[in-house]
């Protein structure tokens, strides 16, 4: 069945072609419409980067349209406007060809200036897009999905190969991407737009004047002497590789003493597919009542002020929204060395970075940071800084819209300033 709700503001959205774009006599250009087609719109890092762009654009600079390929869930609560129409088109798993037709139908209806697809689930939806007539057509790049993990799956490199010549721009958000995108893909440099993902820093910040109380306060009290909370965040699928995480906690409660042992907790937030595999992990290791899986959360800024450590141990990322929250909250880092993570964790001054799938490695790294409190405090300080400086949230939507102007620039439509 196709979700297509019905929005209060569709009708201003979908007006005709010739009356938004062709404004007459002296009256302002009509601020450009941009459609973001992703594959669903759920809790995790890429929906939450462009949920952060939509709430952080000035309105006299662009309006929003987001237009889902399977659904949405209670995530799009998220979006303060409540004039931008978030549409589903229910597509069912594999191919299915009237997806398109469906895509086509809802753009020739909107009129966008600009469709921004993302990822690969939606690289090829830039075919619709054409044939609607769409001026601008952009794609982003957050990070690889888990069925080409190393970007060497033959069969998509010759999609993305093929819908190429349609993209205007392509919008990685890491050096790792990009570099993906010219060498792999065969990208002209001249068409990539590298953007860092950005972080809110005022809502995330560090805890004043210690770690923060938990929801469960006898879980990991701030008071009780030497407990070295390590949290993670983020949605229990396969390249986020939560297990590994268990086990590298498991690995380092059995090399310390039980005393040191015991004050360890860790912090799961998230939820999905690997949530039994890492729970089951943590029961054979004994360690159960030291862990809280506490599933998918909307506290999540409160959550990292209540840990002392913050891990990653994902297969894949691109520009990973969790690290650039954690390290605005002043925490350490602990990451597997893959794609942007390099980027962003600057390695012995704001964290450190692990080989991926080796629970030992990162077992070691973050047993450096539970022994030595100052060596956290002072690199939980340096990780802040360094996200006030190059990840401010700001400075990101500036250079989307900058993107955006530019792109409608080249196909001849003044952009806004």
């Known amino acids: 069945m196709v979700q297509t709700p019905v929005h209060p503001s569709e009708e201003r959205v979908a007006a005709p072609e010739r009356d938004r774009r062709r404004p007459p006599g002296n009256a302002p250009p009509v601020v450009p419409l941009i459609v973001h087609v992703i594959h669903r719109l759920d809790y995790g890092g890429m929906e939450n980067g462009l949920v952060n762009l939509i709430n952080r654009t000035p309105p006299d600079r662009a309006r929003h349209a987001i237009v889902c390929l399977t659904g949405y869930t209670d995530f799009r609560e998220r979006i303060r406007n409540p004039d931008v129409p978030v549409l589903a088109l229910g597509k069912r798993d594999g191919k299915d060809v009237a997806a398109y037709w469906r895509l086509w139908r809802v753009l020739r209806r909107l009129a966008p200036d600009i469709v921004h697809t993302r990822n690969l689930p939606a690289v090829d939806m830039v075919v619709p897009a054409a044939l609607a007539r769409v001026p601008v057509r952009i794609h982003g790049e957050h990070g690889r999905d888990v069925t080409e993990l190393v970007g060497g799956q033959r069969k998509y490199r010759a999609i993305r190969r093929a819908v190429s010549p349609l993209v205007d721009r392509y919008i990685p958000l890491s050096r790792e991407l990009e570099t993906w995108l010219a060498e792999e893909i065969g990208v002209p440099r001249a068409k990539i737009t590298r953007i860092y993902n950005g972080v809110d820093v005022a809502r995330f910040h560090p805890a004043e004047p210690a770690r923060a109380p938990l929801p469960d306060a006898a879980f990991a009290s701030p008071d009780a ?4 909370v390590i949290g993670t965040v983020g949605r229990m699928a396969t390249v986020k590789n939560q297990p590994l995480l268990a086990r ?29 595999e890492a729970a089951a992990v943590i029961e054979a290791a004994g ?101 006030e400086a190059l990840f401010d949230l700001d400075q990101m939507v500036a250079r989307y819209l900058a993107a955006y102007d530019k792109a409608l620039a080249a196909k001849g439509r003044a952009p806004r300033v």
């Open 248 to 276: 590298a906690f498991a690995a380092l409660a059995a090399c310390l003493d039980a005393k040191a042992a015991a004050r360890l907790r860790l912090v799961m937030i998230g939820d999905g597919p690997l949530r039994a």
């Open 287 to 387: 360690l159960a009542g030291q862990v809280w899986f506490a599933g998918a959360r909307d506290d999540t800024p409160e959550l990292y002020r209540g840990f002392d450590i913050f891990a990653l141990p994902s297969d894949t990322e691109g520009i990973s929204n969790t690290i650039l929250e954690a390290m605005a909250c002043g925490l350490p880092v602990v990451a597997t060395e893959v794609g942007g993570n390099a980027e962003l964790i600057a390695a012995g001054e704001t964290g450190r970075l692990t080989p991926p799938g080796d629970a030992e490695a990162m077992a070691g790294a973050l047993g450096d940071y539970v022994a030595d409190a100052e060596l956290r405090r002072r690199h939980g300080a340096a990780a802040r800084a360094r996200i």
């Open 225 to 228: 002497p030497g407990i070295a």
